[in-house]
């Protein structure tokens, strides 16, 4: 913005620099003008002042038919002595010293008069110029009082130039006004966006310091039961037991966290591939294979009418870890002995996969809700669940920065219980 | 973040007496530049009425109106025609396309009425973004009903107004279509940072939403 600034200033200092000469020029051309034409008109005053001295000679001189042939010469133009004679005559009297006649007053008068018409004119034609000069430069201090205003503004983040304001016609001034407003524009969009982090990290950080104080109470809570010495040895396994639940938990949370804070810090940037999407489900699966063998749980991979194997741009890990989130919550709220299925489709535009349990469903007002951050149902089956509330949030987020999205979804299963989440991921 | 559209005490009431209904009540709606916020309820709940005094083509009983700052309501009847143009762009559910002109000129012809000049690499993108990169020649009955809200979309996109009122956007569509239409206006309202409203009476389309609102008996309310 300085070095802006600074551009701006010395292309106007320049540019006044340039007005002064000019003005110096046109002062100067216009006093040449008119002296030459004053000189021009007091020549032709004496030419004529000169020419009725010679009428009058001729007149002094004359007698009968002569004064005639003098008149007629004079009339032809006929260079000659005429004249001279009556000169000397006039002379001798005195009559042709200046201001010793009556034409010779009438002359001075004349020149007087051209005199003081052209420094009249003169004056005028300066005083115009000046004028004019200081409107202009008044003009211009006014841009630059107020380009001075927007850039005050600017620093005070303000970013907004008033629509009236903008600059008439094209020139130096306008392309200079144009750039402001496009900086003006750029760095409004920055501070925005900056503000929207300020606000997701703030956030952030006060969900996690509440997420950590209610099993971070609960340990304190334990351990000072325990230091307690008349409890039984029943009580005390048990108590220990709660220790290690609240770890866990405490634990689980912790990895979480760490996906998140990844995700928020930006730190994981999401690198699409392409690469086969049923690969990327099928590695998910096995991760999670082992939790759903414990309760029995089978997971169906149902065959579409496309040919398996879809090649989609997609940050393999990534995915990978939603699903993961996907297929997990499936198994923490199905009973034993339950099928999850998996069905995956291509549509015009997206690849939709619906991952259907029959678990404990979720009921409708709270559709919106489990994909916040540290939501948790408020079913009485998920609060005995081990879980943080991050696993949805987390999925969404990665599958929102793949372009696609999840829902969950009851119309895809009728009458039976359980939940169907559909992911969407763009098929190019 | 900068407040794109706001209402106060916004009211609309149908009849007199007895037979007075509610349609709007005292609604107080903020919404935030680049949002995409859902606004759900049943038929009849008033959601039809509230979009259309957000947008302006129809006035309120009480309560004011503001877009980008400007009440809306204050402006005279021609003065708003030109600032609704510019400002805020419709898509219905019945897709409104006009029939005798092909889906390039669909999305273009608006700004062009508007007296703009169009910005064909932006409308490119933007039809792109949608998929309909092949279907531009197209008139707008050879294409199936997705593809014409997509359209719709597109044309609503392509003159940057300061907010989009999607009025039941996948009303005509059938579920795995509206899941795709919706999915392609959130990705494309975030790509161009977009402000969305969208009214829905279907809870799983508005799952997708940055916020949603519920309206019953003319009262909003937030959502969790």
């Known amino acids: 913005m300085v070095r802006f600034l600074n551009v701006g200033k010395s292309r106007f200092r320049g540019a006044s620099m340039k007005k002064y000469r000019t003005l110096i020029c046109l002062i100067t051309a216009g006093f040449i003008a008119i002296i030459l034409a004053g000189s021009v008109s007091i020549h032709m005053q004496v030419r004529n002042y000169k020419e009725k001295i010679q009428i009058l000679s001729v007149m002094a001189e004359g007698q009968g038919e002569d004064s005639l042939a003098a008149a007629i010469a004079l009339l032809k133009g006929a260079e000659g002595p005429a004249g001279e004679r009556g000169e000397k005559l006039l002379e001798s009297y005195g009559y042709l010293k200046p201001k010793a006649n009556w034409y010779s007053l009438g002359l001075r008068r004349d020149i007087l008069q051209i005199s003081l018409l052209s420094l009249l004119a003169f004056a005028l034609y300066v005083l115009a110029l000046l004028c004019l000069y200081r409107m202009s430069a008044r003009k211009r201090r006014q841009e630059l009082q107020e380009l001075g205003s927007i850039l005050e503004q600017f620093q005070n983040n303000d970013y907004t130039l008033k629509g009236g304001r903008s600059c008439p016609g094209g020139g130096e001034m306008g392309q200079v006004w144009s750039q402001l407003e496009l900086l003006g524009e750029r760095m409004a969009v920055g501070q925005r966006r900056l503000e929207a982090e300020k606000e997701g990290t703030k956030s952030l950080v006060t969900d996690i310091s509440h997420q950590l104080k209610t099993p971070v109470a609960g340990l304190k809570a334990c351990f000072e039961i325990l230091a307690q010495e008349d409890l039984s040895p029943k009580e005390q396994e048990e108590f220990r037991e709660q220790c290690r639940r609240q770890l866990e938990g405490l634990d689980a949370m912790a990895g979480a966290l760490v996906n998140i804070s990844r995700m928020e810090t930006g730190m994981i940037q999401i690198k699409k591939e392409p690469a086969d999407i049923l690969e990327t489900l099928i590695s998910a699966i096995n991760r999670v294979y082992l939790k759903a063998e414990e309760k029995q749980i089978s997971i169906e991979l149902e065959e579409g009418e496309e040919p398996p194997g879809f090649l989609i741009p997609h940050d393999v890990k990534w995915v990978c870890e939603a699903f993961i989130n996907l297929l997990e919550n499936a198994i923490k709220y199905s009973g034993s002995q339950t099928v999850i299925s998996i069905r995956m489709a291509a549509y015009i535009h997206f690849l939709r996969i619906e991952i259907s349990d029959q678990g404990i469903g979720i009921p409708k007002e709270e559709y919106h809700k489990i994909f916040k951050r540290f939501y948790r149902g408020a079913g009485t089956e998920v609060g005995q669940a081990e879980g943080s509330g991050v696993g949805l949030y987390l999925t969404r987020e990665i599958i929102g920065n793949h372009g696609g999205t999840v829902t969950v979804n009851s119309r895809c299963h009728g009458n039976r219980r359980g939940s169907t989440f559909v992911v969407q991921l763009p098929l190019s | ?224």
């Open chain 2, 1 to 224: 973040m900068e407040t794109i559209l706001k209402t106060e005490n916004l009211c609309k009431y149908y009849g007199k007496g007895e037979n007075e209904v509610r349609a709007v009540r005292s609604a107080d709606i903020a919404i935030k530049q680049g949002e995409f916020t859902a606004i759900v309820g049943k038929s009849g709940s008033g959601k039809s009425t509230l979009l259309h005094l957000l947008g302006g083509l129809d006035y309120p009983t009480s309560g004011k109106v503001w877009v980008k700052d400007k009440d809306i309501f204050s402006m005279k009847e021609e003065e708003l025609a030109v600032f609704r143009r510019r400002n805020i762009g419709f898509v219905f559910q019945a897709f409104n396309l006009v029939s005798s002109v092909n889906v390039w000129e669909n999305i273009v012809l608006p700004i062009g009425l508007d007296g703009r000049e169009a910005d064909v690499g932006f409308a490119e993108d933007i039809i792109k973004t949608l998929g309909m990169e092949h279907k531009i020649h197209n008139l707008p009955n050879t294409l199936s009903g997705g593809q014409q809200q997509r359209v719709a979309i597109a044309r609503a996109l392509a003159s940057r107004p300061a907010i989009i009122l999607a009025d039941e956007p996948t009303g005509n569509l059938d579920s795995k279509t509206s899941d795709e239409v919706v999915t392609l206006l959130k990705a494309s309202s975030q790509k161009y940072g977009q402000t969305v409203v969208m009214i829905t009476h279907d809870e799983d389309i508005a799952q997708i939403a940055d916020r949603i609102l519920s309206i019953e008996d003319g009262r909003v309310v937030e959502q969790g």
